[in-house]
């Protein structure tokens, strides 16, 4: 085929012929190759797909008109909730380590032949990932039960999705309704604790503001006592407004901690859930598909490619047998040498493992 040596590089037309030339390789390997790969992930032990979904709450606020909402949410912007309630927010716990190492120690009902002598066990012994100590054995359940949890969040509707994939669909359920069981709890103690916070720092400043207050009163007071004749006097009328509006803003700002301070008290004692689940998991009955799809697609664009680059290798080395017989014939005689050494290296490091270490007898 002209272009390949000694002449301009082939072009488009060239590369199409060598590929039309060899069809049957280039379209049959991708193909086999993804037969071979559903029919390996058929025979592999089947899985199944657990999803629930819940959307967190939002807290009171203003209003946004629902054009501009909808464009933020499309963009990925999150203008309405505070950053610790968002979608993504939880989206990313879901996927933390305090998290994930939580779910993993926890014990789940399951049949004793796969959770040992006993009809519960924890997610860690039920995985068997092994290890060579138990924060080991721990760092390899959470990865491995990354690797079965994918979490999306919908931005517009508040919407997070937790997904669970195991072998058993009586376990990915559990799973998926613990992580949001452990979401709630996480939320209320957060919450709590914000609140017992809130509460600490506003009633120390209550009672700072009542002394104010009571300081502002007796001082109105006694302006009243000394001057009872003040509206007649342009001064002391001056003065009198400058009191009464002190005390005012420190009667508006006690009122407010107040309120606050109440608010917080309630907030320190509240338990109740801040996720709305909109459909718990429940064990699936058929087995996951998209996987073998996947798997199939990914397969068949390797095979695609490694038969493409292939058939122009074959082609590369007819042309050089046929133009460069010189060439070809030292590529073969190379090639024989490549495979004459690695011959004599395997017999060699199998004739070292199998010679005897030890000092040898006397006969």
């Known amino acids: 085929m002209p272009g390949w040596t000694g002449a301009p590089e082939p072009g488009l037309f060239q590369l199409v012929n060598v590929l039309l030339k060899r069809w049957k390789l280039v379209t049959g390997l991708p193909v086999a190759l993804a037969v071979v790969t559903v029919g390996v992930a058929t025979l592999l032990a089947p899985t199944f797909t657990a ?10 606020q203003a209003q946004l008109p629902a054009g501009l ?17 968002s979608p993504r927010f939880y989206s990313e716990l879901v996927r933390s380590r305090g998290m994930l ?30 290890g060579r100590s138990y924060q080991d054995s721990v760092e390899r359940g959470v990865r491995a039960l990354q690797r079965m949890i994918s979490v999306s969040a919908d931005n517009e509707t508040n919407i997070v999705r937790v997904s669970v994939l195991s072998r058993y669909p009586d376990l990915a359920a559990p799973i998926a309704n613990r992580i949001v069981e452990y979401l ?11 609140a017992r916070q ?15 207050l009571r300081r502002a009163e007796q001082q109105l007071r006694t302006f009243y006592e000394r001057n009872r004749s003040w509206e007649q006097a342009p001064q002391l009328r001056f003065e009198e407004g400058r009191l009464r509006r002190l005390l005012e803003i420190r009667q508006e700002v006690y009122l407010t901690l107040a ?14 859930p801040v996720l709305t689940v909109l459909d718990s998991a429940v064990p699936p009955q058929r087995r996951s598909q998209a996987r073998r799809s996947a798997l199939a697609v990914v397969a068949m664009a390797f095979g695609l490619m490694f038969s493409v680059v292939l058939a122009i290798g074959i082609e590369y080395l007819d042309h ?23 011959g004599g290296l395997a017999k060699g490091s199998s004739a070292r493992a199998g010679s005897p270490t030890g000092p040898r007898s006397s006969p």
């Open 69 to 85: 909402a909808g464009l933020a949410g499309q963009l990925g912007v999150s203008i309405g909730p505070e950053g610790s309630r």
């Open 101 to 130: 190492e939580r779910v993993v120690l926890t014990r789940y009902s399951f049949p004793r032949t796969v959770a040992g002598p006993t009809d519960s066990a924890s997610l860690l012994v039920i995985l068997r990932t092994g």
């Open 198 to 212: 809130r509460r600490s720092f506003v009633e120390q400043r209550l009672a700072e503001v009542e002394d104010s």
């Open 259 to 272: 309120r606050e301070y109440e608010t917080a008290r309630i907030e320190e004692v509240n338990d109740t």
């Open 320 to 342: 050089m047998r046929r133009e460069n017989r010189g060439e070809y014939l030292e590529f073969r005689r190379l090639v024989r040498q490549m495979r004459s050494d690695l």
């Open 51 to 60: 999803t629930t979904t819940f959307v967190p709450e939002s807290p009171a």
């Open 184 to 194: 709630n709890d996480f939320n209320t103690r957060h919450r709590q604790t914000q």
